[in-house]
T-cell receptor, first 117, second 113 residues
Framework: AQSVAQPEDQVNVAEGNPLTVKCTYS??????LFWYVQYPNRGLQFLLK??????LVKGSYGFEAEFNKSQTSFHLKKPSALVSDSALYFC???????????????FGAGTRLAVHP | DGGITQSPKYLFRKEGQNVTLSCEQN?????MYWYRQDPGQGLRLIYY???????QKGDIAEGYSVSREKKESFPLTVTSAQKNPTAFYLC????????????FGPGTRLTVL
C-alpha cells in the first residue's frame, strides 16, 4: 500500500536559518508527491508537487523540495525561515488507481513548524 | 482557499442530532472530497465524488452521508450514528482525471455538546 511518513511532530528553527521538514514515502511505481501548508483554523494550501522531471521542485513562498528516489524522500526546504512560515505542513502521495479511475491522496500526520524570532 | 467555500465555520451539535456541512466550489472541478482532521492524525478521507449523482466511500465513511446533485455542491451530513464527530472537516476539489492538485476549503469545526 502507498504510504507517507513525516517523522517529526515539530520542527523548531530560528528566523533567518534554513529549515527542513522531512517526508519519506512508500509507493508502487512512480510517486506523485505533494506538500501542503495549513495555518490555524484554515484549509490546506498547496505548496508544490513532484510528478516527474527535475529532482528539485520550487514552489510557493520560497519553499522547495528535493525528490530523492534512492532514499524515498521528499523533504521540504527553505533557505531562510520567516516567523510567518510557522504552520502545520503536510506531505502527501497519490494513491494507486481505485475504482472509477480515481486516485486519492494519502496524507502524512503533519509536522508543526515553529520559527522563533 | 481558492474558490471553495464551506459553511458554517463553527458548528455545535447536540447528542443524537444530525447536522449538514455545506461545501460549494466555483472552479468547475469534476471531483470533490470530504476529509476529517484530528490532531496528530493528518487527514482521513470520508467520501469522494467524481461526477454528479455519484459518490464513493472513503476510509472512514461510517456515520456520514453525502449527496452530489450539482457539480458545484457536495454537502456532508454527520449523522447520530457517528460516535465521535468532534473534528475539523475539510472539503476539497480537483480536476479529473489527473487529480494532481486538490484545492481546499477553509474548513468547518464541529463540536458535539
Amino acid at each position: 500500500a502507498q504510504s507517507v511518513a513525516q517523522p517529526e511532530d515539530q520542527v523548531n528553527v530560528a528566523e533567518g536559518n534554513p529549515l527542513t521538514v522531512k517526508c519519506t514515502y512508500s509507493v508502487s511505481g512512480n510517486p506523485y508527491l505533494f506538500w501542503y501548508v495549513q495555518y490555524p483554523n484554515r484549509g490546506l494550501q498547496f505548496l508544490l508537487k513532484y510528478i516527474t522531471g527535475d529532482n528539485l521542485v520550487k514552489g510557493s513562498y520560497g519553499f522547495e523540495a528535493e525528490f530523492n528516489k534512492s532514499q524515498t524522500s521528499f523533504h521540504l526546504k527553505k533557505p531562510s525561515a520567516l516567523v510567518s512560515d510557522s504552520a502545520l505542513y503536510f506531505c502527501a502521495v497519490r494513491d494507486l488507481l481505485l475504482s472509477g479511475g480515481y486516485n486519492k491522496l494519502i496524507f502524512g500526520a503533519g509536522t508543526r513548524l515553529a520559527v522563533h524570532p | 482557499d481558492g474558490g471553495i467555500t464551506q459553511s458554517p465555520k463553527y458548528l455545535f451539535r447536540k447528542e443524537g442530532q444530525n447536522v449538514t456541512l455545506s461545501c460549494e466550489q466555483n472552479l468547475n472541478h469534476d471531483a470533490m472530497y470530504w476529509y476529517r482532521q484530528d490532531p496528530g492524525q493528518g487527514l482521513r478521507l470520508i467520501y469522494y465524488s467524481q461526477i454528479v449523482n455519484d459518490f464513493q466511500k472513503g476510509d472512514i465513511a461510517e456515520g456520514y452521508s453525502v449527496s452530489r446533485e450539482k457539480k458545484e455542491s457536495f454537502p456532508l451530513t454527520v449523522t447520530s450514528a457517528q460516535k465521535n464527530p468532534t473534528a475539523f472537516y475539510l472539503c476539497a476539489s480537483s480536476w479529473l482525471p489527473d487529480n494532481n492538485e486538490q484545492f481546499f476549503g477553509p474548513g468547518t469545526r464541529l463540536t458535539v455538546l
